[in-house]
């Protein structure tokens, strides 16, 4: 790693941008400098900020305050064009391409090289895609469909994509996300190259070993703020995940100890073909079971397929000490185990229908009679679980599509409430919701084990992990990698084992 | 926030409705469909002095019973987002297996239940190769609709089945009392039927449920594509209905019996208020559709109006009726 000397003057500074969502401050006052041909590696938790800069910076979102200095002059980006007008340009994880289009097409849609009565110059626009495609060391002819290509190979289209405007700036977000080991290896080259050529790059990647191996300077941001900025050679890693995480974690959570009492669940030897491998826990009455992981490192797709969405390929469970088999999510609701799932809009709430009908859903089969639906009993339970939550709604027969994020989850959680479950599965509660729906599902999660219900909690967040769990079991990659309970129970020790880290700091 | 205040806000009541169900009836679109069959009918006293007489009035209810009889389990289809645009082509491959019993010297019960049972099979073909096999249910039965139809034109060809026993009369063309017929009767009866089916009973419950959002519905512990199964199994038993009450009707069976019948059976589904989409829709929006669609039909025959034309009209009035709360839409935005 070249340890760059910091040039005078940034390309692109942000200062003091601040972006505001309804109930959620995603950005507050932060800064952030890229430097010619240096990378800087933007470092933070899910939900500290990162992608809402990204959107800030290519023309997505508009700031609320703040300014955004190219060459030190303010600018604007009022359109994505305009960004990338301005030479701002990004490598998403998953940029759009068109299959039937040919490579040089995908690379020039929309800004291809003009002829004569404003048709577009084929010839200009493929020479001017090989040369591109050349010079990131792409062995690809620009002439070819999309669709022959590798997924490597169009990875290498997206980023020439990424590169066919002027680009002085380029954003990689989390480039190597969908890589493989070799790819990784020839993405680092081309950032380097890309760094020869004098261009500021900023990188996101959650994977540390990543970040030593190609980043220059880092910014760290936490829930919207900004932490600290300086050089990598500067730096120990233990540091920088102390700055990522590093917060006073009982600030917020209400968690109270709960008599722990016997074993509820057991759970050997789940396996998966493609998604996890192996997975074995035991869960007791009134206990917070954490689940920690990345994102993708398999967590949801096993507690899917506990309750029955999708079938394991090995394992079995055990509940209340009786071997259960569970085919589909009616088994696993009969069996007392539900899931409030992670995608509220898709999986959790049916947007259109009633909040009450929502909520009693799963329940009908006690609540109704003969098969016959009994109006005034549905009212009566959704009233009772969602009052419990305390719900914001005009009406109970309003839809679940109306509400705010955090009342749409409060409906989800009273939904799965209501049908009297041993054991709740409850997947990232509270992504995306606000700070008072978010304590209130907390101040919720801790009556309830109080009261003997056993829970598991996936979660990307480390404070609401650290503040809720009693234990936490952390994955990567579909393996169970720890199991961390009491004073082992730390930031440091979660972000090491989630991101592969041995403990004296190297990568693994 | 504190568990106390969590407790204290708690107390903060949410009502069940803020507008009571009448006043919703109001407003409903059935509501504005019931005038709109308010409208026809009175136009079409004024437009023929034939109109208001009970026996006629009573021959205009074929126009839409037995469309209206598939009409409702169609509904419930389509709520779940699903459709079958074979059932004319089941109630001729009905007709013909009722034929074909029926030339093997074998009675009234044996052919109705021939019929129904023949509807039944089509309808768990249908199902199965949507719900085991994941097709689109609009490629499987616009295939299942060349397929079953042509079953019937290799099994008669040019002819037809003639000669039906004189009891089998009774359900296209016999009465119940007065001037009300035996059609119009089950359609009265399944409409009680399919209407307490889907707005009374859990099953309706899942049926609007799959067609707002299957995933969401799965996770909630419905069984979808069980669901599905039946709603297609019983749309294939509707259609082997209506083809037992058309083929007495009509007295024989041609290949080209009810064609293009799909077609004005989906139309009566969405005039009614059904979403194409899925997802919403009403029974009671069914029946008043039918009766739309039948007084139309009726009281342009009265005008001596060519088949074709009528066919126009439909076809206008459908598109008039789905496009005027868009167009209401966009004129109250601008």
């Given at each position: ?27 507050d ?13 933007l470092?933070?938790?899910n939900?500290?900020?990162k ?16 300014r ?11 359109t ?5 007008a ?7 994880q ?10 040089a ?9 003009k002829g004569r ?15 591109i495609?050349?010079?990131i ?9 999309l ?9 290498l ?12 700036v ?8 969908a ?5 990784i290896e020839?993405l680092?080259?081309l ?21 030593f191996?190609?980043a220059?300077?880092y910014?760290?941001?936490r829930?919207?703020?900004?932490i ?20 006073s974690?009982?600030?917020i ?6 008599e ?24 007791r ?18 507690m ?21 088999v ?5 088994d ?10 992670e ?10 229908m ?19 639906t009994?109006?005034a ?6 009233r009772?679980?969602?009052e419990?939550?305390d ?17 749409q ?14 054991v709740i ?24 084990a ?6 598991i909690?996936?979660s ?7 503040g ?12 169970m ?8 129970l ?7 084992h989630?991101?592969g880290?041995?403990s ?5 | 926030m504190s ?17 009571t ?8 679109w ?6 709109v ?7 079409n006293s ?20 037995e469309k ?16 079958d ?22 009675g009234?019960?044996a ?12 309808g768990a ?18 295939g ?19 000669g039906?026993?004189s ?18 009767t ?5 409409a009680?039927?399919y ?8 099953f ?30 019983l ?9 037992v009450c ?19 059976v989906?139309?009566m ?14 029974i ?8 739309v669609m039948?007084?139309v ?26 496009a005027?709360?868009?167009?209401y ?6």
């Amino acid at each position: 790693m070249g340890h760059a000397q910091t040039p005078a003057a940034p390309v692109l500074a942000l200062d003091g941008i601040t972006k505001t969502f309804p109930g959620v401050k995603a950005l507050d006052g932060v800064t952030l400098e890229l430097y010619a041909g240096q990378v800087t590696a933007l470092i933070g938790e899910n939900g500290a900020g990162k992608s809402t800069v990204v959107k800030t910076l290519t023309g997505i979102y508009q700031p609320d305050g703040g300014r955004i200095l190219m060459d030190g002059e303010e600018v604007r980006f009022p359109t994505a064009q305009d960004a990338s007008a301005a030479g701002v340009t990004a490598i998403h994880q998953e940029t759009v391409l068109f299959d039937e289009l040919s490579v040089a097409e995908n690379i020039f849609l929309g800004h291809a090289p003009k002829g004569r009565f404003g048709l577009i110059d084929r010839k200009a626009m493929h020479k001017d895609a090989q040369a591109i495609l050349d010079g990131i060391g792409a062995e690809i002819d620009a002439g070819v469909r999309l669709k022959d290509l590798g997924i490597a190979s169009r990875h290498l289209v997206a980023i020439a994509r990424a590169l066919s405007v002027e680009a002085r700036v380029v954003i990689m977000d989390e480039p190597t996300a969908a890589l493989s080991r070799k790819e990784i290896e020839e993405l680092y080259e081309l950032v380097d190259a890309l760094k020869a050529q004098g261009k500021a790059i900023l990188f996101i990647s959650h994977k540390f070993d990543e970040i030593f191996r190609i980043a220059d300077r880092y910014t760290v941001f936490r829930d919207g703020q900004f932490i600290g900025a300086g050089e990598m050679a500067d730096i120990a890693e233990a540091e920088l995940v102390k700055m990522m995480v590093g917060r006073s974690v009982d600030q917020i959570f209400p968690k109270r100890a709960a008599e722990i009492g016997e074993d509820v669940l057991l759970v050997a030897g789940y396996s998966h073909p493609t998604e996890f491998e192996d997975i074995h826990f035991t869960l007791r009455r009134g206990e917070i079971l954490g689940f920690y992981g990345l994102v993708g490192a398999g967590r949801s797709e096993f507690m899917q397929s506990l309750i029955g969405v999708t079938r394991p390929s090995k394992g079995a469970i055990r509940l209340n000490g009786k071997v259960r088999v569970i085919r589909s999510p009616a088994d696993a609701i009969a069996a007392g185990i539900v899931y409030v799932p992670e995608d509220r809009g898709k999986q959790g709430a049916i947007l259109d229908m009633p909040i009450f009908q929502n909520v009693t859903l799963p329940s009908l089969p006690r609540l109704s009679k003969n098969g016959f639906t009994r109006m005034a009993e549905e009212f009566a339970l959704a009233r009772q679980y969602t009052e419990r939550l305390d719900l914001r709604a005009a009406s109970l027969d309003t839809t679940v599509g109306s509400l705010s994020g955090g009342n749409q989850q409060k409906v989800v959680i009273a939904k799965w409430l209501a049908t009297q479950p041993t054991v709740i599965i409850l997947d990232e509660p509270t992504k995306g919701i606000d700070i008072g729906s978010k304590a209130a599902v907390h101040d919720f999660m801790s009556e309830l084990a109080s009261e003997g219900l056993s829970v598991i909690m996936v979660s990307s967040e480390i404070p609401e992990i650290l503040g809720m769990s009693d234990r936490v079991i952390v994955m990567r990659e579909g393996r169970m990698v720890a199991e961390l309970e009491g004073e082992d129970l730390t930031p440091e020790t979660l972000v090491r084992h989630a991101a592969g880290i041995s403990s004296k700091g190297e990568a693994a | 926030m504190s568990l106390a205040e969590t407790q204290q806000t708690a107390a903060r009541h949410i009502p069940d409705r803020l507008t009571t169900p009448l006043a919703r009836t109001f407003k409903s679109w059935e509501s504005l469909l019931l005038l709109v069959a308010i409208g026809i009918f009175i136009l079409n006293s004024f437009a023929s002095p034939y109109f208001l007489n009970a026996w006629n009035l009573s021959d205009a209810t074929f126009n839409f019973t037995e469309k209206a009889m598939i009409a409702f389990a169609m509904a419930l289809l389509i709520i779940a987002g699903e459709i079958d645009l074979s059932v004319a082509s089941i109630i001729a491959l009905s007709s013909t297996a009722m034929g074909v019993v029926m030339q093997a010297g074998f009675g009234t019960p044996a052919i109705v239940a021939t019929g129904l049972v023949t509807g039944l099979l089509c309808g768990a073909f249908n199902g199965v190769l949507v719900t085991r096999l994941g097709l689109p249910s609009i490629v499987v039965t616009i295939g299942t609709m060349s397929l079953f139809r042509g079953i019937s034109y290799i099994v008669l060809g040019d002819g037809a089945f003639r000669g039906y026993p004189s009891e089998f009369a009774w359900f296209g063309q016999g009465y119940v009392v007065w001037v009300i017929t035996v059609e119009l009767t089950i359609f009265a009866i399944l409409a009680v039927i399919y209407a307490v089916v889907l707005h009374k009973t859990n099953f309706g419950r899942a049926v609007y449920a799959i067609g707002n959002n299957a995933t969401a519905a799965t996770f909630s512990g419905i069984r979808v594509e069980r669901v599905k199964f039946i709603l297609f199994l019983l749309t294939g038993l509707m259609a082997g209905l209506a083809s037992v009450c058309l083929t007495s009707r009509l007295g024989s069976t041609r290949p080209s019996i009810a064609s293009g019948m799909e077609l004005e059976v989906v139309t009566m589904v969405v005039l009614g208020g059904v979403s194409i989409l899925g997802g919403s829709g009403s029974i009671p929006g069914v029946v008043i559709a039918a009766f739309v669609m039948g007084l139309v039909t009726f009281g342009l025959g009265l005008l001596n109006v060519p088949g074709i034309v009528m066919s126009i009209v439909v076809g206008a009035l459908l598109i008039g009726v789905i496009a005027l709360p868009r167009i209401y839409q966009n004129l109250r935005r601008s």
